[in-house]
């Protein structure tokens, strides 16, 4: 589809698009129920699904937008794709509706670089914890995180339809999702359900929260703040990679909160950049000062935190 709209707003528009596919492929591979795990390393697991929803974004991001660096989670794909993978339209809704920030407006192919997580949630999609499974496909600029796309592929809406996708860009807002304000008379705090250890529990202590929410993805737990569901996000341990924060930094930030690392400063993006966020993540949603949070992690916390 022809489109004269500018390339940020052309790449969420298509990513959009592309998500919702990514999130049936790994519908149908669960309906098929041979999951085809391998495992890669210790508690990290790919499944046919996590392989087949990247091929088909990276295939047709990359066929739109032949000169944007696009990483992948998985790794290099075989991009000769079923042709009905392959999505080559925008999400009109988006493109027509909405103005490029005009920080924006000149971006060119080769200031972008986008992060796919095929499939965020892979050990909770074994285990049919099947809400908290995301797709993820994060767009960044210049090195910062700007744009994002969160598809949830089992999300029952109350009128009965199945997944939703939730978009951000930084300067024009969010999409998918009417944000909810946490509660004013409790803290609550989301983080790991298997990713834990004495550094990642002594910061969530210092807190001293009502509630610890511990539930699996970096996407699910980002939509918990969006849904007012937890005021923070609180991770104090490497293992997130910048796939897994891309999409949902920009998402939440578009929406008035914030998503750091531990010591409070924003993950760089560019190509080059290394996979691992080793200093952790702290996201809080929009009204909740992250840096009163950041002021109560203690020192031996953030002296174990991976510096860059
Ligand atoms: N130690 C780890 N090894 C591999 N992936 C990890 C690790 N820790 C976190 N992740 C990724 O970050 C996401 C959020 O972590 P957690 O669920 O522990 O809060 C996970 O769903 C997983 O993404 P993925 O499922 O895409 O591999
Ligand atoms: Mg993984
Ligand atoms: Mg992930
Ligand atoms: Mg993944």
Redo the contacts with the bound molecule.
């Keep these: 589809m022809a489109c004269s709209a500018p390339l940020v707003m052309r790449v969420v528009g298509s990513s959009i698009k592309i998500a919702n596919r990514a999130g049936k492929i790994i519908r149908d591979v669960m309906c098929r129920g041979d999951l085809g795990i391998v495992e890669?390393g210790k508690d990290?697991?790919?499944t046919e699904a996590?392989r087949s929803a990247q091929r088909c974004i990276v295939a047709s991001l990359s066929k739109l937008f032949p000169n944007v660096t696009i990483i992948g989670?998985?790794g290099q794909s075989d991009l000769n794709v079923p042709d009905d993978w392959l999505i080559t339209e925008y999400n009109k809704d988006f493109v027509e509706r909405h103005r490029c920030p005009e920080t924006l407006t000149d971006v060119n192919e080769s200031d972008l670089v986008i992060w796919v997580?095929p499939?965020?949630g892979?050990s909770e999609y074994t285990q049919g914890f099947l809400e908290r499974v995301t797709v993820l496909i994060g767009i960044a600029v210049n090195d910062r995180a700007v744009g994002g796309v969160i598809h949830q592929p089992y999300y029952k809406s109350e009128s009965g339809d199945v997944g939703r996708t939730i978009w951000g860009l930084k300067g024009c807002g969010t999409g998918g999702i009417l944000p909810v304000k946490p509660p004013s008379d409790r803290f609550l705090v989301t983080t790991t359900r298997s990713h834990s250890n004495t550094i990642v529990q002594t910061a969530l202590d210092s807190l001293s929260p009502d509630e610890v929410l511990r539930v699996g993805g970096a996407g699910y737990k980002v939509l918990q703040l969006l849904e007012g569901k937890a005021h923070a996000y609180v991770f104090a341990s490497a293992g997130c990679k910048k796939w897994d924060t891309c999409a949902p930094e920009a998402v939440l930030e578009a929406s008035g909160g914030k998503l750091t690392d531990m010591l409070g400063r924003h993950y760089r993006y560019g190509k080059d950049v290394s996979f691992p966020n080793g200093s952790g993540v702290l996201g809080t949603a929009f009204g909740v000062s992250h840096e009163e949070i950041l002021s109560k992690i203690p020192d031996n916390v953030t002296k174990a935190m991976d510096m860059p």
Aim: proline share 0%.
């Design positions: 890669k990290d697991l790919q996590d989670e998985e997580d499939l965020d892979t």
